[in-house]
């Protein structure tokens, strides 16, 4: 009996040593430097070759990263150029065989048996992501931690939140969160990949943060169906669901923005922060490709679609100091579509799956976005850097439950004109510009 115990002890432990043998390169670190000298991110020195170094590596609790010395004559652009090799070099083993079961063998049972299974029953390796930074040495992140595929919003996301901050979602790092204070957005995304979802969990989280201090223009030039639940909403200025209502909208964001603009000028400020004022006015455009003068045919709607995107560059030039936010989307982003002042001037961009890689260049000037797998998962691009974010899928329900204290009964279309001028003083839903 002890020696079948022994036997297959030692059986199981060659077999283990076998494996980690076969299997070459056990761990990550030695895996980044073979596949940067394979890709030839080399030089030569005095008859030798060399490559990377590795001079520390940190643990996380998002996973390792590896910090390496470039020798002499390489750039960081060189080795940005070979991510993909890496990334996929660290995500080469599919399953991997989990040791510490040897230690919970039952030896009142056949042990062989056992083994057996352990090398039959095989686990999955969870997929790595990497990112590069260079800060005089080579940062190889390499992310462990697995992306949810499907985020449901919960009330407690907005815990997360404070000012204007908006649930983002879950990345390898973390549950991260978007400050609009950051200036104006792009938002991209194909039909049902989560676009759509985002703006209504903004929408409804700046509604039920900030009650007292927004207003929203709502263009919706697909029918105006995403935002219906909205427009009673007392933060609601307007709802445009067509090319005229659009530039009737427009046109008022855009005087408003000059009032503002003369007030803060007569007043010494240099923005809104200075002038201590808390309101915020977020213009939302879904569909750019109905805005675009280069898109709609017919004379008079060029005229109008021109004077809509000459409306929307003023906002997006000179808004954000003045307590605007553009948020400016499109399903079909395309050259011609998306205006380049305006992107210029965003200086967030959210995009989820796109048609191909021209259309993701268009949006984040780079691939990428055609790659995406799942619905709800973006590509988050700040000046600070791009991350992956599964973001959280808000349901209607949940939506009635955090505007429905904000809903006022509206007057009917006759009443409002009967009564314009005592409407003009007393209506309920007027926001007045509050200083703190």
């Known amino acids: 009996m002890l020696f079948e115990i022994a036997s297959a002890t030692m059986f199981g432990g060659l077999a283990g040593l076998a494996f980690l043998k076969k299997s070459a390169l056990v761990n990550d ?10 890709c030839k991110l080399t030089v030569k020195e005095n008859g030798d070759i060399k490559t990377i170094q590795l001079h520390r590596k940190e643990k996380h609790d998002w996973g390792t990263e590896y910090v390496y010395r470039i020798p002499l004559g390489l750039s960081f652009s060189d080795f940005e150029g070979k991510l ?6 660290l995500n080469n083993k599919k399953t991997y065989i989990d040791f510490k079961r040897f230690l919970q063998l039952n030896f009142e049972t056949n042990l062989l048996t056992q083994i057996r299974d352990i090398f039959q029953t095989r686990s999955s390796v969870h997929q790595k ?5 260079f800060d005089g040495m080579l940062r190889v992140k390499v992310l462990c931690n697995d992306l949810p595929t499907n985020l449901l919003f919960d009330e407690t996301m907005l815990d997360e939140c404070s000012n204007w ?11 991260i969160t978007h400050d609009l204070e950051q200036g104006h957005i792009t938002l991209a995304g194909a039909t049902r990949k989560g676009k759509t979802v985002l703006l209504k969990l903004i929408i409804s989280t700046v509604i039920h943060q900030n009650p007292e201090h927004v207003k929203l223009s709502l263009i919706d030039l697909k029918g105006g169906l995403a935002f219906t639940r909205f427009k009673n909403a007392k933060q609601v200025e307007s709802v445009a669901t067509d090319l005229e209502s659009a530039l009737e909208v427009l ?6 923005m000059k009032e503002t603009e003369r007030e803060f000028d007569q007043n010494g400020c240099e923005d809104i922060k200075e002038a201590g004022i808390r309101t915020r006015h977020i213009i939302v455009v879904d569909e750019a490709a109905q805005i675009s003068p280069n898109i709609v045919t017919g004379k008079d709607k060029k005229e109008k679609a021109k004077q809509c995107e000459e409306a929307l560059s003023e906002i997006a030039r000179i808004g954000a100091g003045l307590g605007y936010r553009l948020i400016y989307c499109s399903q079909y982003p395309k050259a011609e579509v998306m205006n380049a002042q305006i992107k210029q001037n965003c200086d967030t961009v959210i995009t989820y799956k796109l048609r191909d890689a021209v259309a993701s260049r268009v949006v984040l000037d780079e691939s990428g976005a055609e790659s995406l797998p799942i619905p709800g998962r973006a590509i988050y691009k700040t000046p600070d850097g791009t991350q992956i974010v599964q973001t959280p899928f808000i349901d209607n329900d949940q939506i009635d439950k955090l505007i429905k204290p904000h809903i006022v009964i509206r007057p009917r279309k006759e009443q409002r004109e009967s009564d ?10 007027t926001f007045e510009l509050t200083e703190m």
Do not use: M, W
Not at 84 to 89: A, K
Not at 165 to 175: K, N, S, V
Not at 251 to 256: I, S, Y
């Open 84 to 89: 993909d090799h890496i990334r996929d070099g």
């Open 251 to 256: 046109t008022k964001v855009k005087n408003e």
């Open 165 to 175: 901050e908006i649930p983002l979602g879950q990345t390898r790092y973390g549950f």
């Open 29 to 38: 670190a030695e895996k980044i430097q073979k596949i940067c000298y394979n």
């Open 129 to 133: 992501d990497v990112e590069l930074e």
């Open 420 to 429: 314009i001028g005592e409407r003009k003083t007393r209506r309920s839903d």
